[in-house]
Nanobody
Framework: QVMLEESGGGSVQPGGSLRLSCAAS????????MCWYRQASGKQREFVAI???????NYLDSVKGRFTISRDSAKDTVYLQMNNLKSEDTAVYYC?????????WGQGTQVTVSS
């Protein structure tokens, strides 16, 4: 069983930055991949970013160049650095881990971008 805990959400103005953290209860080195998803009010959950066990990354087109996913294996933590935030980035952000065919989710952290 893998437990994931997100933190770092909050309210910022457009153009601002936030860094989300996802702390895992187990070694992230044993995960096949770790992802960030988001769900805006009234919308379906959508993929935002992924980092594989080999360090490859990929992003939702609308966040490319603004968001960066990274990991610190020593801390078993994955990060999502979000810069130049826009109102459309407002959502609950979830961390997801995949391991041996199983998917684990965190509880989510709210990000609100508003002037």
């Amino acid at each position: 069983q893998v437990m994931l805990e997100e933190s770092g959400g909050g309210s910022v103005q457009p153009g601002g930055s936030l860094r989300l953290s996802c702390a895992a209860s187990g070694s992230i080195g044993s995960m096949n991949a770790m992802c960030w998803y988001r769900q805006a009010s009234g919308k379906q959950r959508e993929f935002v970013a992924i980092i594989t066990s080999g360090g490859a990354t990929n992003y939702l087109d609308s966040v490319k160049g603004r968001f960066t996913i990274s990991r610190d294996s020593a801390k078993d933590t994955v990060y999502l650095q979000m810069n130049n935030l826009k109102s459309e980035d407002t959502a609950v952000y979830y961390c997801q881990a995949s391991q041996e065919g199983r998917i684990y989710w965190g509880q989510g952290t709210q990000v609100t971008v508003s002037s």
